[in-house]
């Protein structure tokens, strides 16, 4: 029997060993679109580009049975060109840029579930007015219309520091922005939308529990399989781990399966797998949607894995298959996992990372251990690409415990074990 032929953009070696192991991959081989390197760390997208080399690596392969993606832009956005293309199953595009285009996406939710998203306001940052015409008191927090892992996103404080800001959103937006702006072109969006000069979305403050609910949609029907909570440092914009499962109430996380199904059904996506973040105010017991992905987070894949025996990658090649997603059980090692993310507030020069010795040491005393380093040695913090506006992510690490105190013994031998020496910038610190 020929293999199905399924094709991936963005592929890269940690995800690839995740989907090998589903039971699914072994009908499959597995081809790629595009390789990471074509993704992350680049020095511009050109969309035309893009969507030319993923046609001619289909063509030159000779048979594609399958088009799907774990990454945010320009994976997700890509998927319906590749599938209208080659008549396989996907979603909508306009579904997708509903998700992808953050104000257009607040403009469907309002008509959905109005009482669980913040005030917002679309704005130029190139205007020299902004901050008079937001007609919004700090603090609040801005962002681009389209972005991705929190890049040049800023929680603003003073009118000082809008336009402080604002410098850094002007030299760098361009970058997102611009093949975002092509993509919806090549697509025919509606110029309202496509031709929009107001690239940043503010928001009024809205805080409490942070989580993300994973779930898909299959001929119509919403699905809800898994709630991720994301856990910051103290005092800190950025996220320090995420822990599967979720500790919130049964009550509010069925909440959330509800608030999840109007809003994506009000954008009208189908046959996709989606992940929505929320805020839930447990002192006002509110809960507020942060923003709709239309992909799986392969940030959670290895927690998955640890406590269903298998990835949640499983969801996206059932999906694009055209096949219903099989129920994930508990059939992993363990009962909780955690992805810590390993950060520093400063910015420096990589002076040493830790090496392979180090790493396989911990892997011998911690059953499951998983360490993606993020950086090379010689690099400078300021080189590094897709972190957000506060700090600089070193290393992911990935663990699975009996709970939480577990998990959190195993990460500290993690932190004595291995060595990273940065040699930080005088007088130069991140807000």
Known sequence: MNKKQVFIIGLDEFNLGKIKKL??????????????????NVGKYDMKKLVNLCIERIDNHGQIDAIASYFDFPGTVLIPVIAQKYNLP???KDSILKCEHKFWSRMEQQKAIPNHIPMFK???????????????????????TKSFRSILAYRISTEAYFYEVLKKIRKHIHFIAKPFQELMQIYDIPEEVSGMKETCIAETMISGHQCTLEGYVFNGNV????IVDSLRDENRSSFSRYEYPSFLPQEVQFRMNDIARRAIQQIGMD??????????????????????NPRISQAHADMFEKLHGISHHSVML???????????YYNGDFNKAAHFMLRTYESGLIRKVPTNNEINILKKFIPGLEIKISVKEGTHTSEMQGQDSYSFELANIFIGGHDQVDLMEKYNKCLEGLTFEIEYDESVHLH
């Open 122 to 144: 679309a704005f130029d940052p190139f205007d020299d007015n902004a901050f008079d015409k937001l007609e919004m008191i700090p603090p609040f927090w801005i962002k681009p």
């Open 23 to 40: 039971p699914e991959a072994k009908e499959c081989e597995f081809q790629s679109a595009l390789d990471i390197s074509e993704i992350r």
């Open 90 to 92: 996907a979603p909508d």
């Open 271 to 292: 046959n996709s797998p989606f992940n929505v973040e929320f805020f839930y105010n447990h002192t006002a017991d509110k809960i507020y949607l942060l923003e709709i």
């Open 318 to 328: 059932s999906l694009a298959l055209d096949r219903k997603p099989e129920p994930l």
């Open 223 to 226: 699905v809800s399989y898994g």
